[in-house]
């Protein structure tokens, strides 16, 4: 039994690429069919993932090598607790599908219906592949059909503005993701292995070199670009903004997580090969602290909801990445932690506010006053997103973002956990901002007292995203515990 | 090959691959700039490709006429794999530039900058 359930974790990777496939087919008969059909391959990939996550909290990771080809010969897919992030992941999808379906009308021209799901599917399945492999190529393969499925999907509303942001994207994104395969390439001449594990231990058994350094070092500055840390990170409010919110939800909340995903394999392989990474730590924290305060910092002055969330992404990925640098087990913990945590929360403040857009066919702050009257499911939505990104008890953000800070206390890190609370403070302002347009100003425009709110499609899952931010945050300590065990994988590259 | 205690293939490759970035930093005209990043691609296949090479290594199947050099097929099929990635990444581009042209009017940068 052990070796049947290990032998379906391809399948998460082949389900959503095989579907994407299949879309235009369906497509072809229908548009509307496309959308029920990816909406049932994305059903089917959750329930799996959510089976292989019982068991491995039952049995321990499970491993599964591509075509009987034996590690490290062979492909080898690993679901481990890390991997596990892939069971909300897909949980998201099956949220922003059915939220996609009456989006689309008006806001996609239907024949880009076909290619809007397929890409979607293709984001998944590169999504899954790059959290479960354990193969140096492997990775750089699935960030690419991410990344590219990324590119397009930014640009699938069709407007030369969207082209714009999309191909900006895919300059910077390209040269991130060419960073990754010269660093593969270093590490294969290097070790004459693809395999993670096994590269780590011939690095570990061969002198230390710089070019392995190197090879680590590249890895590092392009995941940063891929999670757009602050200063490399000029790529993404345009392309986040731009795109259709379904989009914006999973370019947010999930897409920008392969950086951090990618920046973790960094420090497992280091921590493993024995590399000392000192000064990595140090940069991220420093970073990290820069990007929370200038991340909140600029999102106070956007009027724009979309870009004004765009960059309260930028701050979100400070505190990950402030968290993965302090090294402390607490705040790795809740940088591990968050990165669910911030997708669930970003994942529904992007659906409630492309449901209010969508609504009201107005998107900036000044316009959108007094939309809380009108439209009070879907605002009610964006406050509880709103109060959970500010980390107010009990929502989901707290707990993440308190574990970062102890962990930066407990450190010894003082300035850094009152950059936190710096960046906390910000973000309180422009959220702040956000409720008092919607519901203590009057209504200046027309479109938004006649406004009425969206069809169940979208109000159901942005109202049980909504729950779940709470939800989440009252079983927080579940989370934790379950990603625990994992931390101390990635310590030693820190503290050595 | 090794002059004068440097590896020129090595070189050669660093130098193809800070051509690239110089382009697509520098030029101001989106499909220099696409071309730029071609060149950065061509650089990091050839560094990958020259790494498979390795003077005196056993060949993994011999035969008869196996000479003393052997080329690891490995990297050969990551490059052919990366070509076809460089090929979508390209194609999408062009694409994007020719929505940007249509709708704009203009690929030059700087041009861009100014308009909505």
């Known amino acids: 039994m052990t070796i049947a359930w290990s032998q379906t974790v391809p399948y998460l990777v082949v389900l959503p690429l095989a579907g994407a496939a299949l879309v235009p087919i369906v497509a072809r008969r229908d548009a509307r069919a496309a959308g029920g059909f990816t909406f049932v391959v994305t059903l089917v990939t959750a329930a799996l993932a959510i089976a292989l996550t019982v068991r491995l909290v039952v049995e321990g990771p499970l491993t599964a090598h591509v075509g009987g080809w034996v590690a490290p010969y062979g492909i080898e897919l690993r679901f481990d607790r890390l991997g596990a992030w892939t069971a909300p992941l897909a949980v998201f999808f099956v949220l922003v599908v059915p939220f996609a379906w009456r989006y689309l009308e008006g806001t996609v021209p239907r024949d880009r219906w076909a290619a809007f799901y397929a890409l979607m599917l293709l984001n998944l399945g590169g999504l899954i592949g790059f959290s479960l492999t354990a193969d140096l190529f492997n990775l750089f393969l699935a960030m690419e059909v991410v990344s590219l499925s990324s590119y397009a999907l930014v640009a699938v509303a069709g407007r030369g503005t969207a082209a714009w942001a999309a191909l900006k994207y895919l300059l910077l994104g390209s040269v991130s993701s060419l960073l990754v395969l010269f660093a593969v390439a270093l590490l294969f001449a290097l070790t004459g292995s693809l395999n993670l594990p096994d590269v780590a231990a011939r690095l570990a058994a061969a002198e230390p070199s710089p070019a392995a350094t190197l090879a680590l070092a590249s890895l590092a500055v392009a995941f940063a670009v891929k999670a757009a840390l602050f200063p490399l990170h000029v790529w993404l409010p345009d392309a986040h903004a731009i795109a259709p919110s379904p989009v914006s939800a999973v370019l947010s909340g999930l897409v920008v997580k392969i950086g951090i995903v990618g920046l973790v394999r960094v420090m497992e392989l280091a921590a493993s090969s024995g590399i000392a990474l000192d000064l990595f730590g140090e940069l991220l924290m420093v970073l990290g602290a820069v990007a929370i305060v200038m991340g909140a910092f600029l999102a106070i002055f956007q009027d724009d909801i979309k870009l004004m969330l765009a960059y309260s992404t930028i701050s979100n990925i400070g505190y990950i990445v402030l968290g993965l640098g302090l090294?402390?087990?607490f705040a790795v913990a809740g940088a591990l932690v968050h990165v669910v945590n911030h997708a669930l929360i970003k994942v529904t403040l992007f659906l409630a506010a492309g449901s209010i857009i969508h609504q009201t066919g107005l998107r900036t702050l000044t316009d959108l006053r007094g939309v809380g009257r009108t439209l009070p499911q879907t605002c009610a939505a964006m406050t509880l997103g709103a109060i959970a990104i500010v980390g107010l008890p009990p929502t989901a953000?707290?707990?993440?973002?308190?574990?970062i800070?102890?962990?930066a206390?407990?450190?010894?890190?003082?300035?850094?956990?009152?950059?936190?609370?710096?960046?906390a403070l910000f973000v309180f302002i422009y959220y702040v901002r956000m409720l008092n347009a919607f519901?203590?100003?009057?209504?200046?425009?027309?479109?938004?007292?006649?406004a009425v709110e969206p069809p169940w499609s979208m109000r159901g899952p942005v109202l049980f995203l909504?729950?779940?931010?709470?939800?989440?945050?009252?079983?927080?300590?579940?989370?934790?515990a379950f990603i625990m065990p994992a931390v101390g994988d990635l310590l030693p590259a820190i503290r050595s | 090959m090794v002059l004068f205690g440097v590896d020129v293939d090595y070189l050669a490759f660093v130098v193809l691959f800070c051509v690239g970035l110089y382009m697509l930093v520098r030029k101001s005209n989106l499909l220099k700039k696409l071309l730029g990043l071609n060149v950065m691609e061509t650089a990091v296949f050839a560094f990958l490709v020259t790494s498979g090479m390795i003077e005196g290594a056993d060949p993994p199947i011999r035969t008869a006429g196996t000479g003393p050099l052997f080329a690891n097929p490995i990297p050969h099929a990551m490059v052919l794999t990366g070509i076809v990635v460089a090929v979508s990444v390209t194609a999408v581009a062009l694409a994007l530039i020719v929505q940007i042209h249509a709708h704009y009017g203009t690929i030059e940068v700087d041009e861009l900058k100014g308009l909505p």
């Open chain 1, 439 to 450: 519901y203590f100003r009057t209504p200046t425009r027309e479109e938004v007292a006649a």
């Open chain 1, 466 to 480: 909504a729950a779940a931010c709470v939800i989440v945050g009252l079983l927080g300590g579940f989370l934790l």
């Open chain 1, 397 to 403: 953000g707290f707990i993440s973002k308190w574990y």
């Open chain 1, 409 to 423: 206390f407990s450190a010894g890190r003082v300035a850094y956990g009152f950059a936190l609370v710096f960046g």
């Open chain 1, 327 to 329: 090294g402390a087990p």
């Open chain 1, 405 to 407: 800070g102890l962990g």
